[in-house]
């Protein structure tokens, strides 16, 4: 099992930035990839960025890039999402998540265990 919470949403002006953090514990995680996903009113659940424990692996969506970026920090088993330049349309929840291979990483059926998820309010 492995356990993920994320923290960080909030309500920010557009233009503002707000950094996500997703916490993991339980199962060793060296061997997992971290991804962050969003899901907005109506909307599927959309990959924006994904990171490997280990190796290095990073992956953001081209929607977001440039503007989002993933990160993690080993020695606190946390992964981030620090997102800039927010617009109005980056309103959603927004969810991390594992998986257990590179190979999966764009497939979000194949995410394993999933946070409650943090809601992202952009005002205009």
């Known amino acids: 099992q492995v356990q993920l919470v994320e923290s960080g949403g909030g309500l920010v002006q557009a233009g503002g930035s707000l950094r996500l953090s997703c916490a993991a514990s339980g199962r060793t995680l060296s061997r997992y990839v971290m991804g962050w996903f969003r899901q907005a009113p109506g909307k599927e659940r959309e990959l924006l960025a994904a990171?490997?424990?280990?190796?290095?692996?990073?992956y953001v969506v081209d929607r977001v890039k440039g503007r989002f970026t993933i990160s993690r920090d080993n020695a606190k088993n946390t992964v981030y999402l620090q997102m800039n330049s927010l617009k109005p349309e980056d309103t959603a929840v927004y969810y991390c998540?594992?998986?257990?291979?590179?190979?999966?990483?764009?497939?979000?059926?194949?995410?394993?265990?999933w946070g409650q998820g943090t809601q992202v309010t952009v005002s205009s």
């Open positions: 990171i490997s424990w280990s190796g290095g692996g990073t």
């Open positions: 998540a594992v998986t257990q291979s590179w190979s999966k990483v764009l497939i979000t059926t194949q995410y394993d265990y």
